[in-house]
């Protein structure tokens, strides 16, 4: 009989693509996903360590997985419980110590070898041997992409994410990343294309490329040139541009020191890849950005922004934004605040710098105190809002070109993603999940926007 196999994903896309690879890797062991954990044999909590008290939502959700643990196994079942992703690569050796009902805890590059380690698991139970878990957080020295089998074990539905690059060398002083996530490293272009292949196959009708630093993404193309990710983007477009036609494409998350002019040209002649572009920047003042380690100036940054719009005159941008940052002053804020205006954010998220133990950030003096990072995040969410509301408001009468993605909270109402990344909700009683049509905009709001099916026609 089938195993069940229960996944908890936390944090960034990337982590959804991991446990997408972790189901593929269980498959074949007879492991089937279930979307319900009562009755899950193995739970994967993949889990995520960008901000504080990570590694203590963590353990209280393990809490709640103890509970369950011994109520199986007091029937004479089990649940094997694993926990993975940045929490797990970080904080390994505490989650080992502190929560010994843990099976398995696998860092961000070890996932592929999941079968042995449940092996090692199930033997060390069976020996009576156990108590404490199994801990696989080395970075391998050759790439678990190498290991991750090709099947797809389940359509991922309409958006398939498929990761290009991974890990970050950038080292900004606030971010836990390139020691959760290791070194930046550029998938072969050949296995990105045959992976596109399958997921294209198995229906999705929007690809989001991935990676920490997705558009530091350099490879070897099969024609023996090296590529750049606009080149890739270019190659994929052209792939498929006679039998998907109509596939949506996208990249994130972009760093501003990667744009080079070929990936700008790409949002210029492209034809696939979205008008939308997650480009953060974090501060506005040239001395946070320093401080930051960003290797960027604000100046830099609305260059690219001015490049991109002459490229591709609509395009709609979001940002990452952190407040409070050690030494922040107000002058500093300001800038902040004057170059999100400057660059007209489509779409940003903000956060109030929170101090991670092991980054070069959480040894600077000059912390500012919670209640100014708090005041200045509410002044930035305020203006980001603000300009999220005059861009979905300028789209008014319009007509976008809609994905629809997910069911909305009312009955028969579905929410779907525009070409720049808004969140439309429609009600309509012929709507299904990954139907792609031209939606009329009748209401644009901070944060979504109400669209009706005016012809259904595909978009
Ligand atoms: N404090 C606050 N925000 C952070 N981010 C990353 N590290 C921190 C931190 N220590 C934010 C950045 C990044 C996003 C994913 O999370 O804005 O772009
Ligand atoms: Fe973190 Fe900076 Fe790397 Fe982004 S570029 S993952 S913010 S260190």
Redesign the pocket.
Known sequence: MAKKLFIKTHGCQMNVYDSARMADVLAPLGYAKTETPDDADMVIINTCH??EKAAEKVFSELGHWRIRKHAAQARGADVTIAVAGCVAQAEGKELINRAPFVDLVIGSQAYHQLPELLARAERARVKGTGGRGILATDFPPDSKFDHLPDEISAAPGPVGYLAVQEGCDKFCT??VVPYTRGAEYSRPAEAILREADRLVATGVQEIALLGQNVNAWHGEGPDGKSWSLGRLLRVLNDRFAKTHPHLRWRYTTSHPREMGDDLIAAHGDVAGLMPFLHL?I?AGSDAVLKAMNRGHRAGDYLRVVEKLRAARPDIALSG???TGFPGETDADFEATLRVVREARFAAGYS????N?PGTPGSLLGKQVPDAVSSERLQALQALLQELSGDFNRACEGRELDVLFQKPGRQNGQLIGYSQYMQAIYVTDAALKIGDRLPVTIAGGYANSLAGEIVRREAA
């Open positions: 960008i901000r606030f971010c953060p974090q990452d934004f952190i956060f109030k710098y929170s991670r």
